[in-house]
């Protein structure tokens, strides 16, 4: 069964980091472009960061410069490392396939980014 879960959330204060991992099973992830999304409350879901099994990445305006996406094919897994976070980061995040497929969504792993 492919499935994608995410973890590494939690309470950061501002200005701090968290590293978020998505560990796909199933081979087809390793040629897919991959995406972490996030939805913070009361908002739509929102597309942050993109990457391409070629390593290519793309960024959402508000995190340019802050967040870096990466994957290793290796293990199966896509990672968002997330620096000097601020408050309006707080969300619930997300990784899915670039576009996303309804089937591949997980429960998310909440960060929280507050004083």
Do not use: H
Not at 20 to 48: D, H, N, T
Not at 61 to 86: C, E, H, P, W
Not at 99 to 110: A, D, L, S, V
């Amino acid at each position: 069964q492919v499935q994608l879960v995410e973890s590494g959330g939690g309470l950061v204060q501002p200005g701090g980091s968290l590293r978020l991992s998505c560990a796909a099973s199933g081979s087809i992830f390793k040629i897919l472009p991959m995406a972490w999304y996030r939805q913070a409350p009361g908002k739509q879901r929102e597309l942050v960061a993109t990457i391409t099994s070629g390593g290519s990445t793309r960024y959402v305006d508000s995190v340019k410069g802050r967040f870096t996406i990466s994957r290793d094919s290796a293990k199966n897994t896509v990672y968002l490392q997330m620096n000097s976070l601020k408050p309006e980061d707080t969300a619930v995040y997300y990784c899915n396939k670039d576009p996303p497929t309804r089937e591949y969504w997980g429960q998310g792993t909440q960060v929280t980014v507050s004083s």
